[in-house]
Every structure is written in structure tokens, then in C-alpha cells.
């Protein structure tokens, strides 16, 4: 499982990641790319200068700018911070390293803008020079219109910015680290149930995301931790109810309706709905949701799950529908009662 960190496709949303990629070049005036560890881009550029499309077009120059991306990408994770230099062309790029578990799974390359006040002394390392002879500076020459109209900024702008994404990336880091907890908490899991063959639970897993293992564990985490609760067992008197009760609580995510739990145990309906409110003292509907409230208290207590999941996880019809039941037994929303239940817990 600790292979899938290695890879920013198992940890980003990547449509959703271009999108916001697309946004930050457009607000910032920087070319964005997204690389893996290898260098490879696993994202479009986002604004790509014509000025820097002419040059990475050349089979010449573009051995430059992949010199200059691949010393500026090792000196960000040396460092574990963004690394801001200049080209060969005194053009500004910044290197964003991304690292989970202290392994360095790629970096978000921004830049192609010039300083809008070069003659000042600032701290960046020019990563390559070019003489004024050079190959370099006659292809210069041929394209000194697309030149002229790279964006300027301020050296304050660009570290402003480069903090900016050095942010984006924990966050990524963050909910890497998310995975991992809820990989743990698989792990953990299974001390009430079977021991997990991981192997057979994740062939090639074919997630896009955090969001995809969160959805796709939630149900056996939601089964294993009502489960583990001490009051969790099927409290029935009457034998002929046995078939029905056992089926309710090894069913949590499903909408049992009267009639189908009444032919479980081979009786009618209207004798399944004496019998019942006669063994726990209410109507079968009642009872049925103030369970599953209760399943959903614990929930709500002992994970992290969203109030949605919780709703599906269940079987509630709709989210609306869950908020509605839980506000009518508890007086209070989901929401509420998780906040109030970690705050008096702290």
C-alpha cells in the first residue's frame, strides 16, 4: 500500500487538480506545470508563455530548460522548500517540492515571468549563462517580441506566490497523510472482524483519489465500529422475532420495511407489528430509526465520516432526511453534535 504514495495520481484528483492549476496561473500570471518525481508532467501547462513555447520547441534550448527544471526541482527538495532562480534567459521559475513521508513524489513548477525591477541585488542563482555568442542569445534575438511581453513582477509578488503553493502543497501532503489514517484505521478495523488480505482487498487499485478509498472503506468502517460498541447486540425476548432483529443489525446500511422482516419470520404483517411493539414498546417505524440514530451517535462520536456518508452508510434516503430524524430524536443536528460531543470531550 505504501508504493501508492509514490505516485501524485493515487494522492490528486487530477481533473480537479488542473482545474485549480488552470485558476492559480490565471490569477498569479505564472505558468503552472505539475511533475512526478520523475520529472514527467502529469498535468497540462497551465499558460504557458509563447515566449517559452518558441524556446522549448527548439531540440537545442529545451535541453536548457530541462537543466534548469531539473536543478531547481533538487534544490527545492534539498531544502523542502520553494526554491526560486532564474533561466538561462533571466527569466524567474520556482520549484515546489511535494513530500509525503519524507519522499519526494514531485514538485509544481511555476514561473516565466521577469523581475519588474532587475537591477536590484536579490538572492536567486542564475542556473545557467549563456555568452553573448551563443546559440542561446541568437535564437534571442529572432524572438525578442515574445520576450518583451513576459509578465513582470515584484520579488516581494513571487515569494508571496511561491508561499502560496508551498501551502497547496501540504495541504497535499495533508490529505496523503489522510489515507494513511484511514489505512490505519482499516488495519485496526479488523481486530473485530477477520484479519484483512490486503492483497485481495487492493489489486491494482484503481482510485483517483482520497475521496474514492474514503467512500469505498466508510461501510466497513461504519459496520466495524458499531460493532465494537458494548450495547450493540439484539435485545429480543420472543423467539419468533429472532430472524427479524438478527437481520436489522447485520443490515445497518439497509431500509428493512415491516412487511419484508414479517415474512422473515414467516407471520403477517399485522401480527409482526403486535409482536413488535409489544417486545420493545413501540411501533416498528419508531423504533427502526431511533436505532440507526443511535448507530449514527456513535459515528458521529468515534470517526471522522461526513454527516453525508454517515446519511448513505445507513440508508437513509437523503442527507435532508437524516438531519431531520436525528434533529427529532436529539433536538440537535448532526453537525451540533459533533461539534458539542468533541468539545466537552477535549
Known amino acids: 500500500m505504501k508504493n501508492l504514495y509514490l505516485s501524485l495520481d ?63 526541482g533538487l534544490e527545492a527538495t534539498r531544502t523542502n522548500a520553494p526554491y526560486i532562480y532564474l533561466c538561462h534567459y533571466n527569466i524567474v521559475d520556482i520549484a515546489v517540492p511535494i513530500v509525503v513521508d519524507d519522499k519526494y513524489v514531485g514538485a509544481i513548477m511555476a514561473g516565466q515571468v521577469k523581475l519588474s525591477n532587475p537591477n536590484r541585488d536579490y538572492p536567486l542563482e542564475q542556473i545557467l549563462s549563456s555568452d553573448k555568442d551563443s546559440y542561446a542569445m541568437k535564437k534571442l534575438g529572432e524572438i525578442q517580441l515574445l520576450y518583451d511581453t513576459i509578465p513582470l513582477l515584484t520579488f516581494e509578488e513571487i515569494e508571496t506566490i511561491s508561499l ?95 412487511k419484508d422482516l414479517a415474512a422473515l419470520c414467516h407471520i403477517s404483517s399485522s401480527y409482526f407489528c403486535r409482536l413488535f411493539a409489544k417486545e420493545t414498546g413501540e411501533n416498528f417505524s419508531t423504533y427502526f430509526s431511533r436505532l ?9 462520536e468515534k470517526t471522522e465520516i461526513s454527516i453525508t456518508q454517515i446519511s448513505d452508510e445507513l440508508g437513509f ?13 436529539e433536538n440537535i443536528t448532526p453537525a451540533l453534535y459533533r461539534k458539542y460531543y468533541i468539545d466537552t470531550n477535549a
Open 164 to 258: 502560496m503553493l508551498y501551502r497547496l502543497c501540504n495541504y497535499i501532503v495533508e490529505e496523503a497523510m489522510n489515507k494513511n489514517v484511514i489505512l490505519e484505521m482499516y488495519d485496526k478495523m479488523f481486530q473485530f472482524k477477520q484479519e484483512p488480505e490486503y492483497a485481495k482487498a487492493y489489486p491494482d487499485y484503481p482510485a483517483n483519489s482520497i475521496e474514492t478509498i474514503k467512500k469505498e472503506l466508510a461501510s466497513a468502517m461504519t459496520d466495524a465500529y458499531i460493532k465494537s460498541a458494548p450495547n450493540d447486540n439484539p435485545y429480543y425476548h420472543n423467539p419468533v422475532l429472532k430472524p427479524a432483529f438478527e437481520y436489522i443489525y447485520n443490515n445497518k446500511g439497509e431500509n428493512a420495511s415491516q
Open 317 to 329: 434516503s437523503e442527507p435532508g432526511y437524516f438531519i431531520k430524524i436525528f434533529k427529532k430524536f
Open 292 to 300: 440507526k440514530i443511535e448507530w449514527s451517535k456513535q459515528l458521529l
Open 10 to 72: 493515487k494522492i490528486l484528483d487530477l481533473k480537479k487538480w488542473q482545474d485549480l492549476q488552470d485558476s492559480l496561473a490565471a490569477l498569479t500570471r505564472l505558468a503552472i506545470i505539475t511533475v512526478d518525481y520523475k520529472g514527467y508532467p502529469i498535468t497540462a501547462h497551465s499558460s504557458c508563455h509563447p515566449f517559452c513555447q518558441a524556446v522549448r520547441k527548439d531540440e537545442a534550448l529545451v535541453r536548457h530548460c530541462h537543466k534548469c527544471d531539473s536543478r531547481g
